[in-house]
Nanobody
Framework: QVQLVESGGGLVQTGGSLRLSCAAS????????MGWFRQAPGKEREFVAR??????????YYADSVKGRFTISRDNAKNTVYLQMNSLKPQDTAVYYC???????????WGQGTQVTVSS
């Protein structure tokens, strides 16, 4: 079992930044894929970014809608994954979820979510 707790959400103006954190317990994240997803009101949950760890280091992927603005990173020593969000737009408003799994897109564990609201 892996427990995931997100934090760092809030209200920010267009163009602002936020950093989300996802603290994991129960298993080391170095052996799993960590992902960020989001769900806006009335919409389906969508992929945002993911991070996996290999012998060569961290491997990351991003949704086209956030590429160049968001950065996923992990601190394996702290068992925490982050999502740095810059140049935020109103359409980034959503509940953001952290997830862990053996491979993308099969995630076995999910956090409770943290609300991000971007005002125009």
């Amino acid at each position: 079992q892996v427990q995931l707790v997100e934090s760092g959400g809030g209200l920010v103006q267009t163009g602002g930044s936020l950093r989300l954190s996802c603290a994991a317990s129960g298993r080391t994240i170095s052996s799993v894929v960590m992902g960020w997803f989001r769900q806006a009101p009335g919409k389906e949950r969508e992929f945002v970014a993911r991070s996996s760890w290999s012998w060569s280091g961290e491997i990351t992927y991003y949704a086209d809608s956030v590429k160049g603005r968001f950065t996923i990173s992990r601190d394996n020593a702290k068992n925490t994954v982050y999502l740095q969000m810059n140049s935020l737009k109103p359409q980034d408003t959503a509940v953001y979820y952290c997830a862990a799994g053996r491979s993308h897109p099969e995630y076995d564990f999910w956090g409770q979510g943290t609300q991000v609201t971007v005002s125009s």
